[in-house]
């Protein structure tokens, strides 16, 4: 099923969580095709609606409006691996492979290239159905900037805003009463999203997954500002950062998602130990999913296009089984293969996490 020569039609689809810029990429990708000739479908709720076949045809209106508009007009799903399907069999959930049947949907409607828009799940299904034969092109998404192969995925620069946002305003609330306000992010287990929101918002204690944190410079920084004259501390922490010789903290854990275990409570749980340490009342906010909605930023609106209009690039140049990402503020192209199923953390020795250490950020260390 790979294509050759031209491409006459594709489809596009969103998988796992969504943030903003998904409709920013879905009007480039079809914008851009509908302009070399193609014609493109848009399938409905990730890879489930390749099982189920939930497809529509994407037109210019269809997208019209859509470029600053948060979610996918698609719909997404982080449950829905064609591979691993669920099924339901009386009052029992069974798993079977349903790839051919996703396929044999496409094939009905004759397409021939598929853009996945998704995470390190979807770029590693849209891996395995390149290998099935299906011209697979990939866009990196997700909140967490956590995929190998390129500098930034779009929806981290909003979610990083909305952080920020919410630091600010913690900041004055802090000032106030003199209380300890510690603010939980996302980044799963990488610490991009509270490292650049720390540090844009002034906190000063950043607790990230890359770093196994002791509590004890957490609370001798607080202590410090205080003999300073300073009664107020701002604690960011990632939702995957865990105690030095402890472990993650856990919400629930979720059958048959591709996130099993949601990562949740850190927060909580130092804002309660601080408070029990140094008297200080503290409090925790967990901004949660407020940083995957909202209107997408100009840099996310622009990245966004840019990746949309670099997929369709790459189908109409025949080159399939790639990623586009961005290098050096350059599209690049990189096999999927070389980076799905892998993961993007901070490095020990990243420049901003050396910066923050020079104006005195604890990092929990």
């Given at each position: 099923m790979v294509a050759n020569g031209n491409i006459q039609t594709i489809a596009v689809l969103t998988g796992g969580g969504d943030c903003p810029g998904l409709n920013a990429v879905i009007r480039a990708v079809v914008k851009t095709a509908l302009g070399a000739g193609m014609k493109v479908w848009g399938i409905q709720n990730g890879f489930g609606g390749m099982v189920e076949n939930q497809m529509i045809a994407m037109t210019d209106q269809a997208v019209s409006g859509i470029l600053p508009r948060g979610g996918t007009i698609l719909g997404t799903t982080n449950r829905d691996n064609p591979f691993h399907y669920p099924q339901k069999r009386g009052n029992e959930i069974v798993y079977e492979n349903m790839s051919e049947q996703a396929l044999a949907n496409l094939?009905?409607?004759?397409?021939?290239?598929?853009?996945?828009?998704?995470?390190?799940?979807t770029l590693?299904?849209?891996s395995d159905f390149q290998a099935m034969g299906l011209a697979v092109v990939a866009v990196p998404k997700t909140i967490d900037n956590d995929i190998p192969g390129t500098e930034r995925t779009f929806g981290f620069d909003t979610?990083?805003?909305?952080?920020?946002?919410?630091?600010?305003?913690?900041?004055?609330?802090?000032?106030?009463?003199?209380?300890?306000m510690v603010l939980e992010v996302m980044g799963r287990y990488a610490g991009w999203i509270a490292l650049h929101a720390g540090m844009a918002g002034g906190a000063d204690c950043i607790l990230i997954p890359e770093i196994p944190f002791a509590i004890e410079p957490v609370i001798a920084k607080i202590k410090q500002r205080q003999g300073n004259g300073k009664r107020f501390s701002i604690v960011?922490?990632?939702e995957g950062?865990?105690?030095?010789?402890?472990?993650?903290?856990?919400?629930?854990?979720?059958?048959?998602?591709?996130e099993k275990i949601r990562l949740g409570g850190a927060g909580e749980k130092l804002a309660r130990e601080i408070e029990e340490i140094t008297g200080i009342e503290s409090r925790c906010t967990v901004l949660g999913h407020l940083q995957r909605g909202g209107s997408p930023t100009a840099f996310d609106r622009v990245l966004s296009t840019r990746y949309g209009v670099a997929a369709v690039q790459c189908i109409k140049d025949n080159v399939f089984g790639h990623m586009v990402a961005l290098n050096k503020n350059q599209i690049i192209r990189i096999p999927i293969e070389e980076i799905a199923?892998?993961?993007?953390?901070?490095?020990?020795?990243?420049?901003?996490?050396?910066?923050?250490r020079a104006i005195g950020i604890c990092f929990g260390d």
């Amino acid at each position: 099923m790979v294509a050759n020569g031209n491409i006459q039609t594709i489809a596009v689809l969103t998988g796992g969580g969504d943030c903003p810029g998904l409709n920013a990429v879905i009007r480039a990708v079809v914008k851009t095709a509908l302009g070399a000739g193609m014609k493109v479908w848009g399938i409905q709720n990730g890879f489930g609606g390749m099982v189920e076949n939930q497809m529509i045809a994407m037109t210019d209106q269809a997208v019209s409006g859509i470029l600053p508009r948060g979610g996918t007009i698609l719909g997404t799903t982080n449950r829905d691996n064609p591979f691993h399907y669920p099924q339901k069999r009386g009052n029992e959930i069974v798993y079977e492979n349903m790839s051919e049947q996703a396929l044999a949907n496409l094939r009905e409607k004759r397409i021939e290239a598929l853009v996945v828009i998704g995470g390190d799940g979807t770029l590693k299904v849209g891996s395995d159905f390149q290998a099935m034969g299906l011209a697979v092109v990939a866009v990196p998404k997700t909140i967490d900037n956590d995929i190998p192969g390129t500098e930034r995925t779009f929806g981290f620069d909003t979610a990083v805003a909305t952080a920020t946002d919410a630091l600010d305003r913690l900041h004055t609330t802090a000032e106030s009463h003199h209380r300890v306000m510690v603010l939980e992010v996302m980044g799963r287990y990488a610490g991009w999203i509270a490292l650049h929101a720390g540090m844009a918002g002034g906190a000063d204690c950043i607790l990230i997954p890359e770093i196994p944190f002791a509590i004890e410079p957490v609370i001798a920084k607080i202590k410090q500002r205080q003999g300073n004259g300073k009664r107020f501390s701002i604690v960011v922490i990632a939702e995957g950062a865990f105690p030095r010789g402890g472990q993650v903290s856990v919400s629930r854990i979720v059958e048959g998602s591709h996130e099993k275990i949601r990562l949740g409570g850190a927060g909580e749980k130092l804002a309660r130990e601080i408070e029990e340490i140094t008297g200080i009342e503290s409090r925790c906010t967990v901004l949660g999913h407020l940083q995957r909605g909202g209107s997408p930023t100009a840099f996310d609106r622009v990245l966004s296009t840019r990746y949309g209009v670099a997929a369709v690039q790459c189908i109409k140049d025949n080159v399939f089984g790639h990623m586009v990402a961005l290098n050096k503020n350059q599209i690049i192209r990189i096999p999927i293969e070389e980076i799905a199923g892998q993961a993007y953390n901070v490095p020990l020795d990243n420049e901003l996490l050396l910066a923050g250490r020079a104006i005195g950020i604890c990092f929990g260390d």
